[in-house]
């Protein structure tokens, strides 16, 4: 742990950030898969693919385009039903997010899981009040990036990427932090390695919730 880092508005990813939802996604993956009469990929597979948008997690398996998007359907079928509350919330993350938020930080969500389902976990979390904004991919694929999801954050919320600062547990939300020259503080209780994250670049880690509000001046 380093710091501490200057930034009025900080964007958190979300899986593997506040929530643990390994669960959900490796159901709903795996469904996709049964349903389409696929072989099921093993769990570390499918557990790295929390994070990347869901095309570009399929992709090398199914190759086709319209198999593909067959995919995304299928797991969005079952994730609207059950796959959105499989989740557990990381004990400390609402602790920290309270602080966060007291010190007057800014605070919003930038996930690459798509929009409506992001904001339909985000309103039940207990501390989701706390998040002025909630940025997720869009159906069709068009944002569905880091940068281009932090890009679209930066223009709702209407602030600089000077002033902001990407928190998240895997390299593409470094990538996104450095693609807008912003910091990067990288968090080792999700589904990313230190080395994952050390290796995209960033130089702030924090290894529990906890850790997070001392890492911050506005």
Known sequence: MSGPVSASTLLFDLDGTLIDSAIGITRCAAYAFEQLGEPVPDDATLRSWIGPPLRDSFAPLLHDFARIERAVELYRE????????????????????????????????????????????????????????????????????KPELIAEALERLGVPASECCMIGDRRMDMDGAAFHRMPGVGVLWGFGSEDELRGAGTRVLAAAPAQLPSLFTR
Do not use: C, M, Q
């Open 78 to 145: 079952r994730y609207e039903v059950a796959g959105w509350s499989e989740h557990v919330v990381y004990a400390g993350i609402a602790g920290a997010i309270e602080s966060l938020h007291a010190a007057g930080h800014r605070l919003a969500v930038v996930t690459a899981k798509n929009e409506p389902h992001a904001r339909k976990i985000v309103s039940h979390l207990p501390f989701g009040h706390h998040f002025d904004n909630v940025i997720g991919a869009t159906l069709d694929g068009r944002l569905s990036h």
